[in-house]
């Protein structure tokens, strides 16, 4: 999969082929066709967001997502491949 890779802080993104993700057994992965950018992906991005000690980079912004879903855990009920959904912005 292609990503917006933040490789330095303050410094252009870099398109990248990343490995796609599985879904775990509980999970689903979600397409991408759009992500927000807030307030929160400038800061990360300039490096003075308070989280950044957590994250490592190379780091991919964004958790304002919206997309269709491509797989699916074997124990998720509920879902098809193609549902649209969005995701929480605690959980991006």
């Given at each position: 999969m292609?990503a917006?890779v933040?490789?330095e802080?303050?410094?252009?993104?870099?398109?990248?082929?990343?490995?796609?993700?599985?879904?775990?057994d509980?999970e689903v992965?979600l397409?991408?066709?759009?992500?927000?950018i807030?307030?929160?992906d400038?800061?990360?991005?300039?490096g003075?967001?308070p989280?950044?000690?957590k994250?490592?980079l190379?780091?991919?912004?964004?958790?304002?997502?919206?997309?269709?879903?491509?797989?699916?855990?074997?124990?998720v009920e509920g879902?098809?491949?193609?549902?649209?959904?969005?995701?929480?912005?605690y959980i991006?």
């Amino acid at each position: 999969m292609k990503a917006m890779v933040l490789l330095e802080y303050g410094k252009d993104l870099v398109e990248l082929e990343l490995e796609a993700p599985v879904p775990l057994d509980d999970e689903v992965v979600l397409d991408v066709t759009a992500c927000g950018i807030c307030q929160t992906d400038l800061k990360l991005f300039n490096g003075v967001h308070p989280s950044r000690r957590k994250s490592s980079l190379p780091h991919v912004l964004g958790h304002e997502i919206a997309g269709v879903v491509s797989e699916i855990g074997g124990s998720v009920e509920g879902w098809q491949i193609g549902d649209k959904d969005i995701v929480d912005i605690y959980i991006g």
